[in-house]
């Protein structure tokens, strides 16, 4: 009988860096966290009932193996749900209106899965529109295990996959993506309306502030955030709820 393995247990060694949130707001930290600590105790919980499942089988037990199974599904079917609401909630996070450039996208606290989907899908939408660049947030691996960086190198197969040329910026953390299809000449532009200050962190463009602390937004810059935000809900809208029909597939070992 085959022994399923939850690939999200798998893929939580692949988060991006050791802050899911690139702004500061612990809040949002601990809520992300406590959405893929259900998921990683639900995938814990269906591996058990897999292993139970299969040893029932062993011993002639079939109505106790196919009982177990259905269990281990349901575990599967909770833990694919409080990753889908980690991964959206984390993204709409990241890339709130305001916090990233309309030419930036955040991949903060994905796993490489569900970064490559998003990408993939950003992508295609900005394209779609006559961008013609995208730059990726994509973390300097300083949390990873030995260092060493996850996201960076999908965002590199998915440009290769697309035929787009690439090249990391100033920011290691960060890559930049010509969405015409030429060369990438030189180091890469800032992102639009980003000045060098806030450029250079390993964490995004810097703490959020509060409201307070920020002067009151002229009508263009509320209607541009308005679309913004309208974007990335499409995009949600158009990828996220298809990921994680990929990831509730697990891999088998005979």
Same mark, same amino acid.
């Given at each position: 009988m085959a022994q399923a393995i939850p690939m999200q247990q798998q893929k939580h060694s692949t988060r991006l860096g050791g802050r899911a949130h690139t702004h500061a707001d612990s809040d949002a930290e601990r809520e992300y966290d406590r959405l893929r600590d259900l998921a990683r105790a639900e995938a814990s919980k269906r591996s058990a009932c897999f292993d139970q499942a299969h040893d029932?089988?062993?011993?002639?037990?079939g109505a106790g193996a196919k009982q177990l199974s259905n269990e281990g599904k349901e575990h599967a079917a909770k833990m694919e749900q409080y990753n889908k609401q980690a991964s959206e909630y984390i993204f709409r996070e990241n890339n709130a209106p305001g916090r990233v450039a309309e030419d930036t996208i955040d991949l903060h606290g994905q796993f490489v899965e569900e970064a490559e989907d998003i990408?993939?899908?950003?992508?295609?939408?900005?394209?779609?529109?006559? @961008?013609?660049?995208l730059h990726v947030i994509v973390g300097k691996?300083?949390?990873?295990?030995?260092h060493v960086q996850k996201i960076k190198p999908r965002v590199e197969q998915v440009c290769r996959e697309l035929g787009l040329q690439y090249a990391t910026e100033e920011n290691e953390g960060r890559m930049y993506i010509n969405l015409a299809g030429g060369q990438v000449d030189g180091m890469p532009p800032l992102p639009a309306g980003k000045s060098g200050g806030g450029y250079g962190g390993s964490a995004g463009y810097g703490a959020h502030g509060s409201s307070q602390q920020r002067p009151p937004a002229s009508q263009p810059?509320? @209607?541009?955030?308005? @679309?913004?935000?309208?974007q990335m809900e499409e995009l949600e809208k158009k990828v996220l709820s298809k990921i994680f029909s990929k990831l509730g597939d697990c891999c088998v070992v005979m």
């Open positions: 029932a089988y062993e011993r002639g037990d990408l993939e899908a950003r992508i295609r939408d900005a394209q779609a529109r006559g @961008q013609t660049h691996g300083n949390h990873s295990a030995n810059q509320q @209607q541009q955030q308005q @679309q913004q935000g309208d």
